[in-house]
């Protein structure tokens, strides 16, 4: 059903019906194989097949990623590894659980506890006390194979960078969902009128009855994710969107990926990698910038298809 077809799929039938190849879809939607003459090429996810398999696989870990980027020296939010216990002591250890509650001590502030391979903001909690820490490390094993703690970091700013062969395709700045109070209506009020009351379950309850202060501004997620409501607003050329282009090209270069997107933050006034996605997937962008997704999908087909 085209309604519900996935912007990526479309993009790709799109650039191969201008192009002479055909496309087959497999497993829902998610198998794509485009073929031209004797050339097939395959999709994947969200996987464009431009990548190596060893960059697709640090990309996709958390804590591989966090590493490989230290190693050269690239500014990143350190990732700590935990594996999944139901996988036995031989390989998660026993001393799982004290290193946990170590770095949970080591930080004050809060740790991040999210899946090692999640995407879209999915199973990520943000804890500050044992109790909190013992849910979410529940939560994300449930369902993964790996979990990872990050120090929390409060982020001034986060920005997407859509890379390929080392060129910025896009770059924006993810917004998060806010109100800012008029000193009459409540924070419930405020963010109801406002269309964010899918929000309001990531607030205390208590707090939502509160008057916001005139002219006060309160962001509703701490998260950046646009499933999450984030909104993205492109940036214009300037020092900082260069600062992050090169933040992500160092970070790409030091993986060895070809077409990713990376996600910077700004904390403390200093630019730092956060996470390095090796699908690109733009649904929620092209629902803004509909242009720019399908340059950047063609583009990347083109490297596919030798077409530069
Ligand atoms: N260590 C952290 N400190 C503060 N916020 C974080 C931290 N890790 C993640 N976040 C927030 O949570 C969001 C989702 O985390 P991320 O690592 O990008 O996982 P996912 O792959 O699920 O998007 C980020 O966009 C960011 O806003
Ligand atoms: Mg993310």
């Known amino acids: 059903m085209a309604g519900s077809e996935r912007i990526f799929l ?21 198998l794509i194989a485009m073929r031209r003459g004797a050339t097939c090429r395959f999709a994947f996810g969200y996987d464009i097949g431009l990548n190596s398999a060893i960059a697709h696989r640090l990309a996709n870990d958390k804590s591989a990623a966090g590493e490989a980027l230290s190693l050269a020296q690239v500014p990143c939010v350190p990732h700590h590894l935990f594996l999944n216990p139901s996988l036995g002591v031989h390989v998660a250890g026993t001393a799982w659980h004290d290193a946990m509650l170590a770095l949970l001590a080591q930080n004050p502030q809060g740790v991040v506890v999210k899946p090692n391979e999640g995407t879209s903001g999915r199973a990520v909690f943000k804890v500050t006390n044992r109790n909190e820490l013992d849910r979410a490390m529940t939560e994300v094993f449930s369902s993964s194979l790996g979990l990872v703690i990050a120090p929390y970091v409060e982020i001034e700013d986060e920005v997407r960078v859509i890379l390929l062969e080392g060129r910025p395709m896009i770059v924006y700045r993810k917004e998060r969902p806010s109100v800012t109070g008029d000193g009459v209506h409540t924070l419930h009020e405020l963010a109801t009128a406002a269309g964010h009351g899918r929000q309001l379950r990531e607030l205390e309850a208590r707090e939502t009855k509160n008057v916001l202060a005139k002219g006060e501004r309160r962001i509703l997620n701490w998260r950046h994710n646009l499933d999450a409501g984030a909104e993205p607003v492109l940036m214009d050329d300037g020092e900082v969107r260069a600062a992050c282009v090169k933040l992500a ?60």
């Open 10 to 30: 479309q993009a790709i039938r799109r650039y191969c019906a201008g192009h002479g190849i055909a496309v087959e879809i497999r497993s829902g939607g998610w």
């Open 249 to 308: 090209a160092d970070a790409a270069s030091a993986i060895g990926i070809t077409f990713a997107s990376i996600d910077v933050v700004r904390v403390d006034g200093a630019w730092r990698v956060l996470e390095i996605n090796s699908g690109v997937m733009m649904e929620a962008l092209a629902k803004l910038h509909p242009e720019l997704v399908h340059a950047t999908y063609d583009a990347a087909l083109d490297r596919v298809f030798g077409e530069d």
